[in-house]
C-alpha cells in the first residue's frame, strides 16, 4: 500500500539546522555580550573625561579672563583628575545585568548648586547616557 502523504515544504532536518543556528548566534552573542560588558574602572574613566569636558565647555569657558581665572579653572580640572574621579565612583551605582550594566551617577556638589543625575548603559565596552536629570 502507497503513501499519498507528501512531506512539508521544509523538512525536519532544516528545521532542526535553523533552530540550531538561531540558538548558537543567540548563545555567540549573549557571549559577545558578558565579555565586552564595561568595567566599573572604564566607567570611572568615561564619566570622569565626559564631565572634565563638560566643565571647561560650560565653566571655564564662562569665567572671566581677569586673573587668569578661565587658565585657572582649566589647569584645576586637569590637576584633580583622581579627586574627580573618586567623587564620581562614590556618588554612582552600578547594577550589572551580565550582558551589560547600568550606572546610576548622583551629581550633587552642595545644596545651593543644581544636582544631576544621569543614568548610563554599559554595552560592548561603551557608554550611552539613557536619561540625564537635573
Known sequence: MESSW???RFSLGKMSFLATFGATSFACLGAAMAITNPT???????ATHQLTQYAQSNICAEAPTAFGLKEECRSLLKSNQ????????SHTDRRNFFFFSVYTTDLAIASFLPSYQLQTIGLFQGFYVVRMEQ
Open 6 to 8: 507528501l512531506p512539508p
Open 40 to 46: 566599573p574602572a572604564a566607567y570611572s574613566r568615561y
Open 82 to 89: 583622581p579627586e574627580i574621579q573618586s567623587f564620581i565612583m
